[in-house]
């Protein structure tokens, strides 16, 4: 594991179990076949607020962003999926 990789494993712990549930493994499982732009959006998510991200995930409010808004649309579907 590289050192970029360790950096975003930390930034995935966001002291929410909420979101810790749904980002890590969404790193883990989905991350490493994205390609360069959606990486980014990725690291540019992990980059919000606790509360901006949890209210997000957890479909109570949109991001205005729209590269933001579908990589949540993508961690949430990944989420619920995850459950089954």
């Known amino acids: 594991m590289?050192?970029?990789?360790?950096?975003?494993?930390?930034?995935?712990r966001r002291g929410m179990l909420e979101l810790d549930v749904m980002l890590k493994p969404y790193l883990d499982d989905v991350y490493p076949s994205l390609d360069e732009s959606q990486q980014a959006v990725f690291r540019r998510l992990l980059e919000?607020?606790?509360?901006n991200?949890?209210?997000?995930?957890?479909a109570r409010h949109t991001p205005e962003d729209t590269e933001l808004a579908n990589m949540v649309k993508?961690?949430?579907?990944?989420?619920?999926h995850r459950e089954r």
């Open 74 to 80: 993508q961690i949430r579907s990944y989420a619920e």
């Open 2 to 12: 590289n050192l970029n990789d360790k950096k975003l494993q930390w930034a995935c």
């Open 48 to 51: 919000q607020q606790d509360q």
């Open 53 to 58: 991200l949890f209210e997000w995930l957890t």
